[in-house]
T-cell receptor, first 112, second 112 residues
Framework: QKEVEQDPGPLSVPEGAIVSLNCTYSNSAFQYFMWYRQYSRKGPELLMYTYSSGNKEDGRFTAQVDKSSKYISLFIRDSQPSDSATYLCAMIRRDSGSRLTFGEGTQLTVNP | SQTIHQWPATLVQPVGSPLSLECTVEGTSNPNLYWYRQAAGRGLQLLFYSVGIGQISSEVPQNLSASRPQDRQFILSSKKLLLSDSGFYLC???????????FGEGSWLTVV
């Protein structure tokens, strides 16, 4: 079983829709949680970073962490065609320094 | 601000030929450096990481090697490429206190 599970999609939504992206994890030692956005043929860029349970909002993006249930989510409001990308969740264990464990990534397409 | 440069961006190499990908980080000292590989449609696989000059840790046995000749320079090499070495190679960095990492733009390698 993978430590981090993420539905690879693809996910296709109309412009303006609310998008929900999710990851589950099995190791309760994961402490820091990140979402990366990766456009085609580009390196991943850090989108959101959080370390506590609850919600963190940044513009149209909200990162949610539920440590008791071991899942994290990324919500995108008023989705735009420019949001079309692959979204990767990532997390770090307390005992692993800065070596991230990534999900497989979810491919999102927002249709105009 | 910190920046990371990675080159070449794209290369096509014949089987059995050598490889050298280079990565440099600017604007920080003593970063942790990483090489990841991303196969088509798959997640990120950590290949090597380095916490200092000459200090290289390998995560997965590979036909590849890494070197860190200078504090902010990280090189990925191979003496003889295999078809299975094709993929998207990403250099990344963080500081020793960092809880997340930042990626370069990546290098697309096609072995033919």
């Amino acid at each position: 079983q993978k430590e981090v599970e993420q539905d690879p999609g693809p996910l296709s939504v109309p412009e303006g829709a609310i998008v929900s992206l999710n990851c589950t994890y099995s190791n309760s030692a994961f402490q820091y949680f990140m979402w990366y956005r990766q456009y085609s043929r580009k390196g991943p860029e850090l989108l959101m970073y959080t370390y506590s349970s609850g919600n963190k909002e940044d513009g149209r993006f909200t990162a949610q962490v539920d440590k008791s249930s071991k899942y994290i989510s990324l919500f995108i409001r008023d989705s735009q065609p420019s949001d079309s990308a692959t979204y990767l969740c990532a997390m770090i264990r307390r005992d692993s320094g800065s070596r991230l464990t990534f999900g497989e990534g979810t491919q999102l397409t927002v249709n105009p | 601000s910190q920046t990371i440069h990675q080159w070449p961006a794209t290369l096509v190499q014949p089987v059995g030929s050598p490889l050298s990908l280079e990565c440099t980080v600017e604007g920080t000292s003593n970063p942790n450096l990483y090489w990841y590989r991303q196969a088509a449609g798959r997640g990120l696989q950590l290949l090597f990481y380095s916490v200092g000059i000459g200090q290289i840790s390998s995560e997965v046995p590979q036909n590849l090697s890494a070197s860190r000749p200078q504090d902010r320079q990280f090189i990925l090499s191979s003496k003889k490429l295999l078809l299975s070495d094709s993929g998207f190679y990403l250099c990344a960095w963080d500081t020793f206190t960092g809880n997340t990492i930042y990626f370069g733009e990546g290098s697309w390698l096609t072995v033919v």
